[in-house]
């Protein structure tokens, strides 16, 4: 079973901060965050990964409280093609991931 | 670099009949994983494989699926005699070794439809 709890929906308007959040109170000590997203029927794709500290990519950032029991990805600035599934994982190193049902990202014009 | 690739992308069969989804991982890529995404419903786990071994099984029906990654060529997810609730897009993905950073790339995706 999935060990995230995800706010089902939400929306954004171009061009403004997406800011998704992530709850993972069981999370252990070796376990890492992970965000992957669905646009639509694709494949998933792979967005960022952190363990203790923040993180920022060229995609996004994750923000993850100190006591790691939640987290927050960032779009800085959402477009239409952000439309997606956004699919917050803790997973063990070498373990599988274990999606669960995501947050649905709408960004409006 | 190519990425993974799955075949066929759509698949049609009747009730009985065999189902053969193929993906061929990134180069360099040991390690394949599959997954099952029924229509509106999240990616489920299915199996994890490396070259030639089978990792992790755990979500893989009992009955009618198995999965092989053989020394040769590209790993397969066989489904025996489908049924309608088989219906569902089925992702591979893949990964170079066993200490990843947990970055997988997945494919396209099989999409089974069960007449």
């Known amino acids: 079973d999935a060990k995230t709890t995800q706010p089902t929906s939400m929306d954004c308007a171009e061009g403004r901060a997406a800011n998704l959040p992530c709850n993972h109170s069981t999370i252990s000590g070796n376990e890492y965050v992970y965000w992957y997203r669905q646009i639509h029927s694709q494949g998933p794709q792979y967005i960022i990964h952190?363990?203790?500290n923040n993180e920022t990519n060229e995609m996004a950032s994750l923000i993850i409280t100190e006591d790691r029991k939640s987290s927050t990805l960032i779009l800085p600035h959402a477009t239409l093609r952000d439309t997606a599934v956004y699919y917050c994982i803790v997973r063990e190193p070498s373990d599988k991931l274990i999606f669960g049902t995501g947050t649905r990202l709408q960004v409006f014009p | 670099n190519a990425g993974v690739m799955q075949n066929p992308r759509h698949l049609v069969r009747r009730r009985g009949q065999e189902a053969r989804l193929r993906c061929s991982p990134m180069?360099?890529?040991?390690?394949v994983y599959w997954y099952r995404q029924l229509p509106e419903e999240g990616l489920k786990f299915m199996v994890y494989l490396q070259k030639e071994n089978i990792i992790d099984e755990s979500g893989m029906p009992k009955e009618r699926f198995s999965a092989e990654f053989p020394k040769e060529g590209p790993s397969i997810l066989r489904i025996q005699q489908v049924v309608r609730g088989d219906s569902a897009a089925y992702f591979c993905a893949s990964s170079p070794n066993l200490e990843d950073t947990g970055e997988l790339f997945f494919g396209e995706g099989s999409r089974l439809t069960v007449l």
């Open positions: 180069k360099g890529h040991s390690h």
């Open positions: 952190g363990l203790k």
